[in-house]
């Protein structure tokens, strides 16, 4: 890296390209990006993906929970040279960013997880692809071309679809398997519901069960059962506009698909197949059997529950509250970080523990590195520059990030992720 640092030089690349009339295409304040998304994109598609649970205290949460702690810069340090990398199984990743996984892309732009793909290999941060991509593992894996990936699962109702899942992950060259555990149902979300809209009734957001054999086949034996006691849609403009959306979004010609049952049958399926509420640690073991990757567990909060993942022998633990998505009044992911690493360390573990959940700019990844985290994932923020601007977009605000955190670490006396440690906070004033 040429002196200065990373920071430095995208910091100057937007002045120099300011001096000839071009500006950022996405604020470089990551905290203006929900505000600046809002006004392109649809109702529907804003509601999903900046609702939260209930009355939204949890994703409130998330954010005031970064406002607590300042930061302390330590003065006259040989900052020149400045390491913001950071191993994470087996692989040197250049930064502690990683993409959270974020389903239903589409709703933000045309070219949805291709455009993230894109966005990440060219930033150099690994990506998360979600069990609700919009697009098929596979074509994803092609876009990144080699730059790495993890993928996130939703434990389905039915192991066989699961196993094919991590199967094909595993297959198209994923790094770890990430499995979020905090959605047994969805959770109350007032947005949506006001709405009444969930992309999945509507074939959005399905693309990893369309394209996998096991759902297909489990989709070809409710075609083959008949429609049973299901009610045709009355053919108002309304139902006229599902039909249309499961069509398009299901493989195969459209033309075909609005005559063909598979569509209907297909969204009918995943309805049924999507979660798995019975799931207990008991379950983890099978996982092992299925998998040589890394398996993380995503949605601890609890220091037991920290402590009993380490006991199962799990490869990291991902602190997050999903945004404050699924429970309203849920603890701070960030005030449940520190409970959670002290769980690990203190059972002798040195397994990675992952977070996101509110980091908006680079100086909330420096706290939450501080207060333990080993990588932080970006979750809206991402999704809010693919509105925007697509790929360019999220390139954008994931270089953003990356320059802001690297140039916190010089201005405050740090030169590697090593040097941030609790002692570089101070808990902000009370009122």
């Known amino acids: 890296m040429p002196w200065g640092g990373f920071g430095r030089i995208a910091q100057s690349a937007i002045y120099r390209a300011g001096a000839f009339g071009r500006r950022p295409e996405v604020p470089t304040d990551g905290t203006r990006l929900e505000a600046a998304a809002r006004k392109v994109m649809s109702r529907r598609g804003f509601a999903y993906v900046a609702g939260a649970a209930g009355s939204e205290a949890g994703a ?21 040279e400045r390491d913001t990398s950071v191993e994470l199984f087996g692989r040197r990743h250049d930064s502690p960013f990683l993409v959270a996984p974020i389903g239903v892309l589409s709703m933000a732009h045309d070219e949805a997880d291709l455009a993230v793909a894109r966005a ?12 609700q991509a919009s697009v098929p593992m596979e074509e994803v894996a092609r ?22 899942l991590v199967s ?20 109350w979300r007032p947005r949506d519901l ?13 693309a990893q069960y369309t394209s996998d054999p096991v759902f297909r086949r489990l989709v070809a034996e409710r075609v083959a059962a008949g429609p049973g006691d299901a009610a ?12 249309l959306s499961m069509s398009r979004n299901h493989p195969g010609d459209l033309r075909h698909n609005l005559r063909a049952p598979e569509p209907r049958a297909a969204v009918e399926t995943f309805l049924d197949v999507f979660s ?27 220091p037991d529950d920290a402590r009993r993942a380490v006991d199962a022998g799990v490869d990291g633990i991902y602190v997050s509250n999903h945004g404050g998505r699924q429970v309203d009044r849920s603890v701070a992911a960030l005030d449940a970080l520190p409970g959670v690493v002290d769980a690990v360390r203190g059972a002798g573990s040195q397994v990675p523990v992952l977070f996101d959940s509110g980091i908006r700019c680079g100086a909330d990844a420096f706290v939450a590195l501080c207060l333990g985290a080993t990588a932080v994932g970006i979750g809206r923020p991402h999704v809010y520059g693919l509105a925007l601007a697509g790929a360019e977009g999220v390139s954008e605000v994931l270089r953003n990030l990356r320059a802001e955190l ?9 030169t590697s992720l090593a040097d941030l440690t609790p002692d570089r906070l101070v808990p902000a004033p009370t009122p």
């Open 143 to 164: 876009a990144l071309a080699g730059a790495g990936h993890w993928y996130q699962l939703y434990w389905s109702s039915d192991d066989d679809l699961v196993e094919s």
């Open 120 to 131: 990440a290999r060219e930033q150099g941060v690994t990506p998360i692809l979600s069990t």
């Open 232 to 243: 045709s849609p009355r053919p108002t403009p309304a139902a006229v506009s599902t039909l």
């Open 276 to 302: 798995r509420p019975s799931l207990t640690w008991a379950d983890l073991p099978r996982l092992r059997e299925m998998t040589r990757l890394p398996i993380v567990l995503k949605g601890i909060l609890h």
């Open 168 to 187: 094909r992950a595993e297959a198209c060259g994923s790094e770890a398997v990430v499995v979020t555990l905090d959605t047994a149902y969805l959770g």
């Open 194 to 206: 006001d709405l009444g809209h969930l992309p999945f009734a509507r074939g959005e957001g399905i």
């Open 406 to 414: 690297d140039l916190q670490l010089a201005l405050t006396g740090c």
């Open 60 to 80: 409130d949460a998330n954010t005031a929970a970064f406002a607590r702690w300042r930061v302390v810069p330590r003065l006259l340090v040989d900052t020149t």
